[in-house]
């Protein structure tokens, strides 16, 4: 795919993933809307890429209907790279259920709305992609 010249936003952009897909998209050419909950470190990475006009905008996902606000301060994008999320493995018994609402939020909600309303949009003009990063441990049963 050719990215050059694209608007891709990417979640989770400050976590360890999450830097290395900037530094892959930002190489090929992308413009970068970055996003996760801590402002100065996505400062800072998007001076650390190459190109220029890449963008930050802090959001916390786990807060209701902060996916939604994203995606309207973010803008016009052409690609969303779904990479947030919050551990969510242990013990049931041990998670409030602040934290199940929290990570189910980040983890499946907020991809989920976010798709949604990017997709008429992307339909109507004939283009868009959606890449949605997933933990191998959501495949796998373990105890705890």
């Known amino acids: 795919m050719d990215l050059d010249g694209k608007t891709v936003l990417l979640t989770g952009a400050t976590g360890g993933l999450g ?12 413009n970068l809307v970055l996003s996760s909950r801590k402002p100065e470190e996505l400062e800072q990475l998007a001076r650390s890429l190459p190109g220029a006009g890449h963008a930050t905008v802090a959001c916390d996902l786990a807060e209701e209907g902060a996916a939604l606000v994203l995606l309207e301060k973010a803008g016009e994008i052409d690609v969303l790279v779904a990479n947030a ?13 602040d934290e199940i609402g929290r990570a189910l939020r980040v983890n499946l909600e907020s991809p989920v709305r976010m ?26 049963s373990l105890p705890r």
Do not use: D, Y
């Open 115 to 140: 798709t949604r309303a990017l997709l008429p949009g992307w339909q109507q003009r004939g283009s868009g992609h959606f890449v949605f990063v997933s933990s191998m441990s959501g495949f796998v």
């Open 85 to 97: 999320a919050l551990p969510a493995s242990g013990r049931l018994e041990s998670f409030s259920q």
């Open 19 to 30: 830097r290395a897909i900037a530094k892959a998209l930002a190489a090929r050419g992308a």
